[in-house]
């Protein structure tokens, strides 16, 4: 079975961008906000959004399920206050589990989470809940950076962030550390900010104690962990100057990078610094790079393909890669694919 | 002749350090600054301090000259407002010249500029036009983020950076894209800070004009580009998907990365990936990650042993890695060199 942990929801009904919109510009201009009621998205048009997109892919390049959470990009915490991103975070929560409920065997639950700037991420944590136990979902994108670009909120290791991992200890599920659309005209958001928001979190996390007073808490940092593989002699020893261990030890059960790296030697680099038992794979389809690449002639983000050709990974390597790492990361996954595929 | 063109005096006296602390407190504070004249550094100390480190290494490793530059996470453009920046820039350029006139033939100069946030970047053409026509120097480091760590200055190819590129044409010299000292606590300065920096200014460039408007501009993104190479894909993709040409038409004549990627796969990777042309060598010595690596026994930071054994450079790729790039990127290198050596 190959398992993709990395995918979102970017092909969503007309009408879901309608509502957010109208939202929006009701933030903006302090006019009523639009009402839930409104959203007018069928099954049938549901379906049409994956036929075409996500299922098609998942079809044509041999993966069996992906791990489904709404558009990173659209998480927009910065968007309004608490109560907005409460519900936004519930309509697009829901949708996810709508589309599960059409194609169960094909996708599997994560959620964003209700975060807005300078609001504890304990607030989160009725939603998390509910998305976990109520829909079934195995996991949460937790955005490092509510602000939508300006890096501005506590390192993850801060005490501001632990009432929600105690929670996500408590239900047995990780979390991907992902930033939503950037407001922020310096960075790009899929070009800059996600990478640098990747690049970000790891370095907080391997300085810091956050694993043992969490020693079951498990982070994947996607994109491949951002740009630290390439420098991973940088981070190495900047941590060994710090007294902690080696890059390998920190991440041993905490840490986790996903396979979302658009080409050969990428992949290739990744294989060879990052443990195989820290790697999952994933192609954050259909995503941050759409198109075919002129070169090699398949899509960019057809990241089976470098993984499968990837210098020096052993049969193993790759089963571990393309599901067995996957069963670990998320520990309610096995008996969710099980329960959905009945 | 073997030319390291990323360093720093980050060795400095420790009158600077005391000078340098008193002007910040008073800042903090709002006393009386520091008087300039109270700086005591003399000739001697100031061999001492470069004897036991920069030119020890260059004469270990087996590299000829060093492009040098003030400490860049001492440059704290966030710290006071312009005339504070303004004095301290005059004082570590001026220290920069002065090792030069002791270690000519080691040492090239490259400064950096009063900014400060907030500030238009054409209040910094003063002082590069002095350190370049008065003190000799062949080029500066530009910082994209004065504000020291919330990336929320314009982007660098919006127009009010472009009369620094102007002045920047005019005297034929490249500018270093730098950040400085991090004073977010969610960024750590050289681990995540400096490589966000470069990742963002390269994806800031690859979508604009600016080398339209300023065809012989030339820029240098330093730590190997950031998380560009390991990403090449991602950026290919998302600029074809723009209409852009590939990466290595856009950088030809006006980006170049250095090569401080302080592992063999990283800099195979940067060499497999991003055009001979546009990699400068560089050690960022005695830099950002100091010690040894107790798997290969060598400092982190030699990259010289990197570029050396990278797979499928040639030795003319190296002739240009090592010494013929720089005459391009810098040209007021060779004749400076030539100057200095008399």
């Known amino acids: ?25 009701a933030v903006k201009n302090k006019s009523p906000l639009p009402s839930k009621a409104s959203l007018k998205m069928s099954d049938d048009e549901i379906r049409e959004t994956v036929e075409g997109a996500q299922l098609k892919l998942q079809r044509e390049r041999g993966t069996d399920v992906t791990i489904f959470s709404p558009r990173a990009s659209g998480m927009g915490h910065h968007i309004g206050d608490e109560s907005v991103s ?13 589309v599960i409920s059409l194609y169960p065997k094909n996708f599997i639950g994560v959620c964003q989470l ?17 998305c976990i136990t109520k829909l ?27 009432p929600i991992y105690e929670k996500l200890v408590e239900l047995d599920v990780p979390a991907m550390i992902h930033v939503s659309g950037c407001c922020n005209p310096a960075q790009h958001t ?12 790891f370095m907080q996390l391997i300085v810091s104690d956050l694993f043992k007073d969490f020693p079951t808490l498990k982070l994947i940092i996607p994109h491949g962990g951002g740009a630290v593989p390439f420098h991973w002699g940088r981070f190495r020893g900047i941590a060994l100057n710090s007294g902690r261990p080696e890059l390998d030890e920190i991440m041993k059960n905490n840490i986790f990078f996903d396979t979302c790296v658009y080409h050969q030697p990428g992949i290739d ?18 995503g941050a790079v759409k198109g075919i690449d002129p070169k090699s002639g398949h899509y960019f983000d057809d990241t089976k393909r470098y993984v499968e050709n990837a210098a020096g990974l052993s049969a193993a390597d790759k089963q571990k890669i393309f599901e067995g790492n996957a069963y670990r990361v998320y520990p309610r996954l096995k008996d969710t694919i099980a329960r959905q595929a009945r």
């Open 114 to 130: 209700p975060q807005s700037p300078g609001v504890p991420p304990k607030n989160s944590i009725a939603e998390l809940e509910r």
């Open 269 to 286: 680099l990744l294989a060879k610094v990052v443990p195989t038992d820290n790697i999952l794979f994933a192609s954050e389809m259909v």
């Open 86 to 98: 409460l519900e936004w975070s519930q309509i697009c929560n829901d949708l996810i589990a709508r």
């Open 1 to 25: 079975m190959i398992i993709d942990c990395h995918g979102h929801y970017t092909t969503e009904p007309k009408d879901l961008h309608r509502f957010r919109k109208e939202q929006t510009e």
């Open 136 to 162: 079934g979902f195995v996991g949460c994108n937790l955005n490092p950076d509510p602000s939508g670009g300006y890096f501005n909120a506590p390192p993850l290791t801060d005490k501001w962030w632990y």
């Open 190 to 201: 899929t070009g800059s900010y996600y990478l640098n928001a990747d690049t970000m979190a």
